[in-house]
């Protein structure tokens, strides 16, 4: 009794100690200590090994971004006041140490991640404090290591394009909240945003239009742009990973090159590519091979999602018929899956690993180089599914993960589950342990989280940023801090300290404490039906994007039930 005790005080120390320390995610202890280390002109970065010069840059750099204050950088580490050290430990990845003396500032790791994760909470203890020379910091030890080591944000820019300034600016958020994985969709049905240049029509026509307006002109990241952002990411230790969507979700693809189209159903004009045409899976492969040179991640995310769609405009083919004949397939699915896999196999010839939406864990992949993004809520049986055959699972499920969902009962651009359920920050805070079971959340298979923003409603960047900030905030905590440390009242109080920097950063975000000194920012009102262009009425079906498939209807009710029995803010 007397041991349970001595844990609840221990752990109820370090909750109380970082009630009055602004970072997040919350550290996994903080102990204060007397005094104060004073920062000024004078001070100095130094480091014990010169591998981690650009890290003394990068603390060099936004300390005098956000604080104005200049200091310098010296490789000799006896004239250091704030003091860069790499170690020989067991370390996970991303773990530090970081002390404040009144003398000296020590950030400890066995890695340049775990460094660069000290710096960014040294950051934001000075950007806590008031701007100008000198800034004095409360001393004391942080000892910290991630819960995940995938900790992910997902951008939809097929739907709406942004560019690369907003991407940058996302990229710096992301890193300071560790987050460390970038999961850009840069192909769909609205637009191809990526210069392939074997096939430059994929850009140039199928980049053409969006989801609001089919005819606005070409927008696409250029191979220079892309490798800047890659390189961007990587200085702030986040992996890009690129999607590109097969065999459904390819209508731009088809604009541009229409000799490789599935074929069209009503509704769903050019949806899937054509897995009889044997020339689609060179062509495919030709375009994965220059993404692959692009993003050095070693990891390419196929989609794989919601082909049944569009997958009826196989039927009755000849060379479909055939395909089918051949293999002995007895159904579409079987050759969704032929296709899926031998596109698989282009990716893992590469030494990449596959990435893919869970509808393909139906899929015989190969477990060693698959992960799974687990994003419907209302099919438990395929993440267990996934666990099962030996999957990775990232959890990035609609429900309470997806971004374009509403945040509030009162707004009304966005998606809600079932007409009714939406995605507050204590949803996204409390994820995944209020929702799921144990023997899940204790897999080795589960890398993480990841928090996904489709765009249909979203066209401007003032919208998105209300849409993504401070939910951000609260994915960052839920996929770094150890679920035992996790207090939604600190996290309301760090976070309220925090809302001057989106200001001073000029983000429009949703304030929770304050809804009305933000009002909802709307670009589009919902398009809960639309018509086709002999003006009949029908109902849109896409269920990832805006509502949920037929197939998936069935199950709607009791999926969200089952993962939304607590009440809503």
């Known amino acids: 009794m007397k041991f349970f005790s001595l844990i609840f005080f221990i752990l109820f120390f370090r909750i109380v100690s970082a009630q ?16 104060t280390f004073q920062l000024n002109g004078n001070t100095i970065i130094g480091m014990n090994d010169n591998a981690m010069l650009p890290l003394a840059n990068y603390l060099q750099t936004e300390l005098k971004r956000t604080n104005g204050v200049a200091i310098a950088v010296d490789p000799d580490e006896q004239k250091a006041q704030i003091d860069l050290k790499l170690v020989n430990s067991r370390e996970v990845t991303g773990a530090y140490d970081l002390k404040i003396d009144r003398n000296k500032i020590t950030i400890t790791s066995s890695g340049n991640e775990g460094v660069f994760y000290g710096i960014i909470s040294l950051l934001q203890l ?9 800034i004095n910091i409360t001393a004391g030890e942080i000892t910290d290591a991630p819960r995940y080591q995938w900790r992910g944000f997902m951008l939809d820019e097929s739907r709406h394009f ?8 996302l990229l710096n958020w992301m890193a300071f909240y560790k987050l460390n994985k ?10 191809w945003r990526m210069e392939v240049k074997k096939y430059p029509r994929l850009a140039q026509v199928g980049g053409i239009g969006n989801h609001t307006d089919s005819l606005a002109p070409a927008k696409y990241y250029t191979q220079d742009d892309i490798k800047e952002i890659v390189a961007y990411a990587q200085d702030r230790f986040i992996t890009i990973i690129p999607e590109v969507d097969m065999p459904g979700h390819a209508t731009a693809a088809n604009k541009a090159y229409p000799e490789f189209s599935g074929g069209s159903i009503r509704n769903y004009e050019n949806y899937t590519f054509d897995p009889g045409n044997e020339k689609t899976y060179s062509y495919l492969a030709d375009i994965l091979k220059e993404v692959n040179t692009l993003f050095p991640s070693h990891m390419i995310h196929l989609g794989g999602d919601e082909v049944a769609l569009g997958n009826q405009a196989w039927a009755g083919r000849p060379e479909i018929t055939a395909l089918l004949a051949k293999n002995k397939f007895t159904s579409l699915d079987d050759l969704e899956h032929y296709f899926f896999s031998r596109m698989a196999d282009t990716v893992i010839a590469m030494d990449d690993k596959v990435l893919c939406w869970d509808e393909a864990a139906s899929t015989n992949l190969n477990p060693a180089k698959t992960i799974v993004f687990w994003w419907r809520q209302n099919f438990p049986s395929q993440l267990g599914l996934s666990l099962q055959k030996k999957y990775d699972v990232v959890l990035c499920p609609r429900l309470p993960l997806y971004l374009d969902f509403v945040q509030d009962k009162t707004h009304i651009s966005g998606r809600r589950w079932n007409g009714l359920y939406f995605n ?3 949803d996204i805070y409390n994820f995944p342990d209020k929702v799921l079971p144990d023997d899940e959340l204790s897999s080795p298979l589960v890398l993480g989280i990841q928090a996904n923003i489709w765009t249909e409603t979203i066209g401007s960047e003032k919208r998105l940023d209300f849409m993504t900030y401070p939910r951000l905030a609260a994915l960052a905590e839920s996929g770094w801090t150890d679920p035992a440390l996790k207090n939604e009242s600190s996290f309301d109080t760090r976070l309220k300290a925090e809302l001057p920097l989106f200001d001073k950063e000029g983000i429009y975000y949703y304030n929770p404490f304050d809804p009305a000194a933000h009002p909802e920012a709307i670009d589009f009102m919902p398009r809960i039906a639309k018509h086709d262009r002999k003006g009949k009425h029908h109902k849109h079906l896409h269920e990832r994007k805006l509502h949920h498939s037929k197939s998936n209807s069935s199950h709607a009710k009791d999926g969200a039930k089952h993962h939304h029995s607590k009440k809503k803010k």
């Open 20 to 35: 009055n320390i602004n970072i997040i995610p919350l550290p996994k202890s903080i102990v204060k200590t007397e005094g």
């Open 126 to 134: 000075m950007r806590a404090q008031p701007a100008g020379n000198p």
């Open 162 to 169: 942004f560019g690369k300034e907003k991407v940058k600016q």
């Open 182 to 191: 970038f999961h850009w969709h840069l192909t769909d049905d609205d637009g």
């Open 424 to 426: 507050s920050l204590t």
